[in-house]
């Protein structure tokens, strides 16, 4: 392997207003291999990727190409220095087509007037022969799969004569399948004298697919080291800064009636295609019940179901005694439902609604809180400030603004709305994603307490240690099926199998 | 809104983040300033346009600016303010007087007068910009007062001049409830549209402004079924029958004088502020308005909400309309179907400028009443302006008002300003 | 000569979208039939051809093809009423308004702002800003083409006038929509505003109240001699003004430059996914600002034509909503420039009927007037098939 480095960055400090996400960062990528960038979200390794393509501009440091100095002032700039960016959200255009999408910006033309579709395809169906990217230079982008979408973005860099490749945590979208054929392409790419910057948060990918890793905690750069000999647990504990032991404390469970239950259920998503199938399950009270798999399997889908969200195409859903099935959203949460949402700031919270508006988000058409239509603020402001102290609530009082508060804050408010209405039936959807440690601690605490209470849990998570410290029972949805039920006490290893198609047989 | 995707700038090591109890602060600190802003920028604003069209003043005519400001202030009556003395006001329904320091038995003088027109054009104004304003606060851009506005006209001038045997008030009542009706049911078309198939409402208004209009100019024009039954040559409607007509409370009947229809406008103001602030309905409009999304996580139905916002929104404009006919127009033409039904247009200035708050609404209609009053060819002084030039003038304010309210121009330049002075701090030279 | 031959039946429409065609077409001739010069009198006729109509499109819609089905039905329901109504009328009537080639030329005068307009509105909505100021940027050329004509005492030179004046307000609109990210429709509206307020005020500062000379340069009508003794085509293409063949060019422009070059392939791409075209190297805010300030110019175009090309004369606010028709015609035509010139053809026919029909009834007359809302709100209603806007049209782009 060649030793001189592609692209090297030095002292690459960003700044946000309130925050440093790079700070004095060192890097360096050499011709032809894999270096892997590793950290917690967060963690700043998208920011100075974004760096390294010219989206942003550092407040403070270098960054040489081959050597030499490089103003990397735009994408265009990057582009010409030969780096290539495939994003986490791609950036495809739906309604055009395979070719369209790869030569925008550099077209092929006749007499340099008109596009030459011809020649852009021709291209397109070289570049993807010389590095076994196969894709259908005349497919509209919408309509072929996620993992073809990786390659035309891949295509898109090459085409584009890119050496140096960055892949933004490339299989958070891809199934295990897509992922390690993503990691034959990679070595296919690093033969033909590619240099790759993979980011990711995944331990085991980083091990299998990196020929170095470099190691970044809030902003700083913490370690270069060879990913020969690197174990997982030595890169989680550089990853977080101390020995991850995410157990909660819990006793066994006693569970008592099912509260929720769900049988032959089977959801389409919004473009007709089963995403949920013939799903059938019980949450009782008093438990715990994680839902593992890798993101979208039709966890978004089961969700939304249960929550009267979305229609479902076939089954039975059942919150107490109440059978809900295709009752709107309303009707779900009379029947007892309390739903924490994925996406807090976009579902679970109105930002530009004071606390104490959001807090009554279930209650404002009722009294205490209104009658015969008649609000009564004054009665929400006093309701929310006992609610803020109970759970906590730092930053701000009943008439603060939600957007004016962290992430942390935010899901208390929303864990607080949710609980506060006694629900039977509690769905946590990924409820401490992007939160610190101590929010994190208080949302796993509150939940077990809510179980202790008699409350069923649903609990979804992609956290895999999420999943394993909190369930009582664990069930593995794949491809929009239950594929797997295993016990509080599951290794990871099993529940990796199931959650990648391979407990299949196991569960039939 | 802006491209939420790609990559939220976070990160880790927070070296300048205040410590947490300050944090606080800064957030009061910022709620404060937005709402010095909310006051400041638009009270800038409009003196910017102002200046502005001063300078149009003075570069196409070479007159003094600040004397045609003047004309047109006086021609909106505001100087009658200016004439304080003792006088006495006699309290409705009784015969009890109280001192009072502006002469409102004076009705036949100048300023009354013009301030009457002022008042008179007030009440369209604060009802379509409250219309705005509403459909607003649900995250809708409701263009279409015109049409509705038109509506309420349409309906209000037929129940107005038909039906003669009815008591007064019923009769008014009747043709002002179905003009409320008519701009309900026409927003609510655009609304039903948004909620079920997602059809943008500021398209939907404006074809309904147009059909409405050329919905006009067929009924009242020749030949159309509610042209003038006496005048058959005339392109102009029934006149509304007297007892049909809203009572005048100050100034000459004879002339066109100031009718209760003024109240009411006051009373929608506060209609406007109890349901956005005090009901549920409130509640629910404006968290679809904030965030559809946590809404219809919340349990609130999004649809009914677009439905609602809209027909309420399209009330109020149906409102202005029907108000109007039985207030002080009492005939409509086709030229007025065309013309004065833009006068709704001038509410989207109204409710931008007056922030879609309540009382910034009401402001913000006084000044758009007196600046439309005060450069009408009836009321502004020819020998200093002409009116033709200073109407066109008073458009041309609006647009800038508009534009720059619309962009918070101000408010954007101080914060970049604010940034880019930081950003000078924080860049140390390279090495 | 065969292969040319058969590429043209293949490009034909298939199976139900054929059916559907074929309904749409008889649908027409339902009413066709009843209007000179064929004039059949017995409703009978009209009745049979449109129900085959509408059953022709029945049939395309029960096979999947709804959008054209529906049409079809549509039209067919409408070929009935319509050919019914003129069977009852009197045959001196209908010699009087039905002169095909009077409805056509006329059809083509009144499509010809719109068009115009149209193209400007594809050219910005594309590129992802929506425009609902092309009236005013219509308003503002037909004030000053009239005025650069005048003073300068040059046509060509008022049309360069108009084209400047559109771009500037449209411009301006650029500026607020792009760079200070405003409301789209807020900084339209206040173009409209702008626009009106200033053309009234310079018209009456220069022009008082007497209103432009009659002695104004205007746009020529091109005359083609060796078609006049053509039926039909004579007397609709002989004499045309040049802004109607300017109009065409630009259509066709209009299609090649989105289509056909990579020019076209960015703005379009700007418009579905800025980000994606940004990370490209392609600068979103120049491509914007392109399109806008070319949309203000093609919109004051269309508005130069009504002034000095068309009537000769301005009035304040002479434009009378032809900018909010031309944006109807924009998504009535799926943001696709033959459908919207489609559009503005057929909205151009109703206005020449509206025109031609007083003879029948003054009043009604103008309800065609109101047809192009109509139908656009139909349109928008989704009730034939869904108009898909640009996906990111109104929403502002922050750089990273």
């Known amino acids: 392997m060649d030793e001189r480095p592609v692209l090297e960055l030095r002292g690459i400090t960003k700044r946000f207003p309130g925050i440093v996400a790079n700070d004095a960062v060192d890097f360096d990528l050499r011709k032809g291999e894999v270096h892997a960038l590793l950290g917690e979200n967060g963690a700043g390794k998208s920011t100075l990727m974004n760096v390294v393509y010219g989206l942003y501009r550092p407040d403070e440091g270098q960054i040489l190409v081959n050597g030499k100095p490089a103003e990397l002032g735009s994408p265009k700039a990057a582009i010409e220095n030969g780096i290539g960016m495939v994003h986490q959200h791609f950036m495809l255009i739906p309604v055009m087509s395979v070719a369209e999408n790869i030569v925008l910006a550099t077209e092929p033309t006749h007499n340099g007037i008109f596009l030459d579709y011809a020649a852009a395809e021709k291209r397109v169906r070289e570049i993807s022969a010389r590095f076994g990217l196969a894709v259908d230079p005349r497919a509209i982008v919408q309509d072929i799969t996620v993992g ?231 009665r929400l402001i006093d309701k929310a400030r006992g609610l803020l102290q109970e759970f906590d609530v730092r930053g701000g009082g009943p008439q603060t603004r939600a957007g004016g508060l962290s992430g942390g804050n935010q899901q208390k408010v929303v864990l607080a709305r949710e609980i506060d209405r006694n629900p039977k039936v509690l769905i946590a959807a990924q409820p401490t994603r992007g939160l610190d440690v101590g929010a994190i601690e208080f949302v796993h605490r509150r939940l077990v307490e809510e179980r202790d209470e008699g409350r069923g849990i649903l609990l979804v998570s992609l956290e895999l240690d999420e999943i394993l410290s909190l369930s009582d029972r664990i069930l593995v949805i794949f491809e929009g099926r239950i594929v797997g039920e295993f016990p509080p006490g599951a290794s990871e290893e099993e529940l990796g199998v199931a959650m990648t198609g391979g407990g299949r047989k196991a569960a039939a | 809104m802006t491209e939420t995707e790609g990559t939220p700038p976070e990160g880790g090591g927070k070296v300048e983040a205040p410590p947490p109890g300050d944090a606080l602060n800064v957030a009061r600190r910022l709620a404060v300033a937005q709402r010095a802003g909310g006051l400041l920028v638009p009270l800038l604003t409009t003196i910017l346009a102002f200046l502005i069209g001063g300078l149009v003043v003075l570069a196409t005519t070479g007159k003094n600016p600040v004397t045609t400001y003047k004309a047109i202030f006086e021609g909106a009556g505001l100087n009658w303010f200016f004439e304080v003395g003792s006088h006495e006001l006699r309290i409705p329904f009784t015969q009890a007087h109280v001192p009072f320091p502006w002469n409102v038995n004076d009705i036949d003088s100048l300023a009354a007068y013009n301030l009457q027109q002022t008042l008179i054009n007030f009440v369209p104004l604060v009802l379509t910009g409250l219309a705005v304003a509403f459909a607003f606060r649900c995250g809708m851009f409701n263009i279409g007062g015109q049409g509705q506005y038109l509506a309420g006209a349409i309906v209000g001038v037929w129940i107005g001049s038909e039906l003669p045997n009815l008591p007064g008030l019923v009769h008014i009542l009747l043709a002002v409830v179905a003009g409320v009706l008519a701009g309900a049911l026409l927003a609510g078309i655009a609304g039903i549209l948004k909620a079920t198939v997602g059809t943008h409402e500021v398209i939907a208004t404006i074809m309904l402004n147009w059909i409405m209009v050329w919905t006009g100019v067929f009924l009242f024009g020749l030949g159309g079924p509610l042209q003038n039954d006496t005048q058959p040559f005339v ?139 005060g450069t009408s060819t009836r009321n502004l002084d020819p020998e200093i302006f002409r009116p033709e030039l200073a109407t066109n003038l008073t458009v041309m304010i609006q647009g800038l008002v508009v534009l720059f309210v619309g962009a918070d121009v101000l408010v954007l330049y101080l914060l970049n300003v604010r940034k880019r002075g930081r950003q000078r701090a924080a860049t140390r030279p390279q090495a | ?213 009659p002695d104004i340069p205007k746009i020529p009508s091109v005359h083609l001699g060796f078609l006049e003794d053509w039926y039909f085509i004579g007397p609709v293409l002989g004499q045309l003004n040049l802004m109607i063949w300017l109009a065409l060019l630009t259509i066709v422009a209009t299609w090649v430059v989105l289509f056909k070059t990579p020019v076209g392939l960015r703005v379009r791409a700007v418009g579905e996914h800025p980000r994606a075209a940004d990370t490209v190297g392609i600068s979103v805010y120049a491509t914007r600002y392109v399109a806008v300030t070319l949309s203000g110019v093609l919109a004051a175009l269309g508005g130069a034509y009504i002034s000095i090309g068309f009537v000769n004369s301005f009035n304040q606010n002479m434009t009378v909503g032809r900018g909010f028709i031309a944006l109807a015609a924009v998504i009535f035509g799926n943001w696709r420039p033959w459908g919207a010139a489609a559009a503005a053809l057929l909205f151009g026919f109703s206005s020449a009927l509206a025109q031609r029909l007083p003879a029948y009834s003054e009043s009604a007359a103008v309800l065609f007037q109101a047809l192009p809302y109509v139908l656009t709100l139909i349109a928008v209603a989704g009730v034939i098939g869904r108009s898909k806007p640009p996906a990111s049209v109104g929403r502002p782009y922050q750089k990273q």
């Not at chain 1, 933004?168 to 979208?173: C, G, I, R, S």
């Not at chain 1, 990711?200 to 020929?211: F, G, I, M, R």
């Not at chain 1, 994925?342 to 807090?359: I, P, Y």
């Open chain 3, 1 to 213: 000569m065969t292969a040319a031959f058969e590429r043209v039946l293949g490009r034909l429409p298939r199976g139900a979208r054929a059916l559907a065609w074929a309904g749409i077409l008889a649908g027409i001739l339902a009413f066709w039939v009843t209007l000179p010069p064929v004039k059949v009198r017995e409703p009978i006729v009209a009745i049979l051809i449109g129900l085959a109509a509408v059953g022709l499109g029945v049939a395309a819609v029960r096979q999947g093809v709804r959008r054209l089905g529906w049409g079809a039905v549509a039209i067919g329901v409408l070929g009935i009423l319509l050919g019914y109504l003129a069977t009852r009328s009197s045959v001196t009537h209908l010699d009087q308004v039905i002169v095909w080639s009077a409805l056509t030329a006329a059809m083509l005068r009144y499509a010809t702002p719109l068009a115009f307009a149209a193209m400007g509105g594809i050219f910005s909505e594309r590129s992802g800003v929506v425009n609902i100021g092309l009236e005013g940027m219509m308003l503002s050329g037909a004030f000053f083409g009239i005025l650069g004509a005048d003073k300068l005492n040059s046509w060509p030179l008022g049309l360069l006038c108009a084209a400047l004046a559109g771009a500037v307000f449209a411009f301006i609109h650029a500026f607020f929509a792009i760079q200070l990210r405003a409301d789209q429709i807020v900084g339209g509206t206040a173009i409209n505003f702008l626009a009106l307020g200033i053309t009234g005020y310079l018209f009456i500062d220069i022009y008082g109240g007497e209103g432009t000379p």
């Open chain 1, 148 to 378: 073809q979408q990786q390659r035309v973005e891949i295509l898109k860099a090459l085409y584009r004569g890119a050496d140096i490749l960055v892949l933004d945590e490339p299989t958070a979208v891809l199934t295990p399948q897509e992922s390690l054929e993503l990691f034959t392409i990679i070595r296919s790419l690093t033969e033909q004298g590619k240099s790759i910057i993979f980011i990711s948060h995944k331990l085991n990918e980083v091990t299998e697919v990196a020929d170095r890793i470099t190691v970044l905690r809030r902003g700083k750069k913490i370690e270069t080291l060879p990913a020969a000999g690197a174990t997982e647990e030595g890169l989680a504990r550089l990853m977080v800064g101390r020995e991850v032991l995410l157990r909660v404390d819990k006793t066994t469970s006693q569970p008592t009636a099912p509260l929720l239950s769900v049988q032959g259920l089977t959801v389409e998503d919004d473009r007709g295609i089963e995403q949920v199938r013939d799903v059938s399950f019980e949450v009782r009270g008093g438990e715990i019940v994680g839902i593992a798999g890798v993101d979208g399997n039709g966890q978004t889908e089961l969700i939304d179901a249960i929550a009267g969200l979305r229609r479902s195409k076939a089954g039975r859903i059942v919150i107490g005694d109440e059978d809900v099935t295709d009752d709107t959203c309303k009707e779900c949460l009379d029947a007892g439902l309390g739903h924490i949402p994925e996406d807090r700031q976009r579902r679970g919270l109105v930002l530009d609604f004071t606390l104490a508006e959001n807090l009554a988000l279930h209650e404002y058409d009722h009294p205490p809180a209104s009658r015969y239509g008649w609000l009564f603020p004054k």
């Open chain 2, 235 to 373: 392109p102009v409607s029934n006149d509304v029958v007297d007892r049909a007509k809203l009572a005048i409370f100050w100034g000459d009947p004879a002339l066109q004088a100031l009718h209760v229809g003024f109240f009411v406008a006051l009373a929608a103001l506060v209609v406007y502020w109890l349901t956005l602030n005090r009901t549920t309905l409130g509640y629910e409009v404006r968290a679809v308005g904030f965030n559809p999304e946590a809404a219809h996580y919340g349990g609130i139905s999004v649809a009914r909400n677009y439905f609602l916002a809209m027909a309420i929104s399209g009330a109020f404009a149906g409102l202005a309309g029907a108000i109007d006919i039985v207030g002080w127009q009492y005939r409509i033409n086709t030229n007025d179907v065309m013309i004065s039904s833009q006068i709704a247009f001038v509410g989207i200035a109204v409710a931008l400028l007056g922030r879609n708050k309540a009382i910034g609404v009401g402001l913000a209609g006084l000044l758009f009443a007196a600046l439309t009053t």
